[in-house]
């Protein structure tokens, strides 16, 4: 559906989005970055914020095909490789719109058709995709037996890099050293997410980092870098003020009951547009410079705050998360989740509008 009246806008500040770009690269000390732009790149709109970043990047990442094309029809030439899955539905996907595939499995060398480019990937202890270890021989036959595909990479993902101290990110590190041996020729090298490429000074980031989370302004686990700055403000407007007595409840289950006579706002937005319903009677919410309580459980489409004594206009600016307010972090922190899920949880009924400060 079109926000021809959105109740709330998500800024996002592409100058934002390459200071930490070059930020995160300088930490790593790496040559060259790729961008992770998947899942409509964490809400804050792929087309529009890759069209800003792609001269800034060597290389662009989505979850699948569909991402893929979105970013061609947008205008996007820069190579996009795609981590998930190629079957025979998608094949042809690759080659039409020149998508990178992934190949994690022995069976995608067949599956895919002659002339598209590739990256291998190992599991090297995430336990999700790619080939183990010990298959990194019979891998490389592969690859050298079909000649029809173009290899253009080679990749792993760390499990445990989130936040810094792990000794699984040395053992994965080694582990993807090992497999190296086997591909001496494979042009691009990567394996360091935010949480590696902010976290781990010493590991090798063997030239390339791949950052999604960390070009947007967060680090990926509990630790905050300063030399981050989020590249989104959603902001709403206080859409009514209310009067509330003494003892009066507020929302489904009345979880919550005014402590006095007082004044009460309420909000625009809900669970509908992203907010977990976890967060009711935690969140916090900036109003004039000053943070006030949401209280009550949240809804769908709205949500209460206790303004106290003060009688707020209506439509005076509340900033949800970002800028002065919460941030992600905090919004994680409080849910009990990590940033990714927050940031990507925000709905399209939240309007992006981009400039550059
Ligand atoms: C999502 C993803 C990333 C990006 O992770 P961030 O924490 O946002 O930097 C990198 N690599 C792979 C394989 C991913 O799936």
């Known amino acids: 559906m079109k926000n021809n009246f959105p109740n709330s806008v998500a800024e996002i500040n592409l100058a934002a989005a390459s200071r930490n770009l070059s930020s995160i690269k300088e930490k790593a000390a790496s040559e060259k970055v790729l961008a992770v732009v998947k899942c409509n790149a964490y809400s804050h709109g792929a087309v529009h ?6 001269k800034e990047v060597d290389l662009l990442a989505v979850a ?10 947008g205008g996007i030439t820069k190579p996009i490789l795609v981590f998930g899955v190629p079957t025979y539905e998608t094949a042809a996907v690759y080659l039409t719109h020149n998508l990178t595939a992934t190949i994690s499995h022995t069976t995608h060398f067949s599956i895919l058709m002659d002339g598209t480019s590739y990256h291998l990937n190992f599991d090297t202890g ?48 080694d582990r993807f050293k090992q497999i190296l041996s086997h591909f001496s020729e494979v042009p691009l090298i990567h394996m360091s997410n935010t949480g590696a490429a902010s976290n781990y000074d ?44 003494k003892g009066m409840a507020v929302s489904y289950s009345s979880t919550w009951r005014s402590p006095e006579d007082g004044f009460l706002g309420t909000l625009p937005v809900g669970y509908g547009d992203g907010i977990p319903r976890s967060l009711s009677n935690k969140l916090k919410v900036l109003i004039n410079g000053n943070l006030y309580s949401q209280v009550g459980n ?25 800028s002065e307010g919460w941030n992600a972090h905090d919004w994680a922190d409080h849910a009990g989740t990590n940033v990714h899920e927050i940031l990507t949880n925000l709905t399209n009924r939240v309007d992006n509008r981009y400039v550059m400060k």
């Open 202 to 245: 010493r590991i090798d980031h063997f030239g390339m980092i791949r950052t999604g989370l960390g070009m947007l302004g967060y680090n990926s686990g509990e630790t905050r870098h300063k030399w981050l700055q989020p590249v989104m403000t959603w902001r709403t407007n206080l859409a009514q003020i209310r009067a509330i007595n």
């Open 64 to 73: 699948n095909v569909d991402e893929g094309i979105e970013l061609r029809m």
């Open 49 to 54: 914020l890759t069209k800003h970043i792609e």
């Open 126 to 173: 995430m336990g999700r995709l790619g080939f183990l270890p010990e298959q990194a021989g019979e891998v490389r036959q592969l690859a050298v037996a079909n000649q029809r595909l173009i290899c253009s990479g080679i990749y792993s993902h760390y499990a445990t890099a989130d936040d810094p101290g792990s000794d699984f990110v040395i053992t994965q590190n």
């Open 298 to 322: 949240v809804t769908m489409d709205m949500m209460m705050v206790y303004l106290g004594s003060e009688k707020l206009s209506a439509g005076a600016d509340v900033t949800m998360l970002g």
